[in-house]
């Protein structure tokens, strides 16, 4: 990590182990150097994840475009473009979650086209299957917002794609 990029995380988990740290010892809990690593690895992938939805979002305009420039039948060309989007948003995912939030342990067990392989699938799960449920769920039963479902539906699929990633796509064999 640069000098300066690291010198601004060391000011984050200051903040976070402060904050955590009261927020322990408000349930009359200690907070241990385990439980605070893992909720910093948390807000990693959560990092990781805006800039996934970014990229994402970006790389769909992007195709899009570029697919009405050479004049593709825009009866199919969104479908094809977010399939795009995700195939590159979930490589970057994964680029970047492989590097800095679940990292190889020092038997450097993982094989990394495993690692991927699961790494789709549980986004397909969370971001397609998961993410399409709830919100039917959401707007057909609860008669919620479509624009207020996606936000929702954030608060449960992130945590579970976080365990998804965490004890299945990273883990060595």
């Not at 050479?70 to 995700?86: E, N, T």
């Not at 549980?122 to 971001?127: E, R």
């Not at 998961?130 to 919100?135: A, D, H, Y």
Request: charged share 15%.
């Amino acid at each position: 990590m640069p000098k300066v990029a690291g010198k601004y995380w060391s000011l984050i988990e200051v903040i976070a182990h402060g904050v955590l740290g009261f927020c322990f010892k408000l349930i009359h809990k200690e907070l241990t150097d385990e439980a605070f690593a893992s909720f910093m690895q948390f807000v990693k992938f959560g990092l990781i994840g805006v800039t996934n939805t970014v990229l994402s979002y970006v790389i769909n305009v992007a195709a899009l475009l570029s697919f009405q420039k050479i004049g593709m039948s825009p009866k199919y060309d969104y479908l094809v473009a977010q399939f795009v989007a995700f195939v590159l948003s979930v490589a970057w995912s994964f680029y970047w979650n492989n590097k800095l939030v679940f990292k190889e342990d020092e038997t450097g067990q993982r094989v990394w086209w495993k690692a991927l392989i699961k790494t789709y699938i549980s986004y397909s799960f969370t971001g397609i299957f998961l993410n399409s449920l709830l919100s039917w769920i959401w707007v057909s039963l609860f008669h919620i917002s479509k624009l207020v479902a996606p936000l929702i539906n954030l608060v449960i699929s992130v945590p579970i794609n976080f365990l998804i990633n965490k004890f299945w796509a990273f883990k060595g064999e």
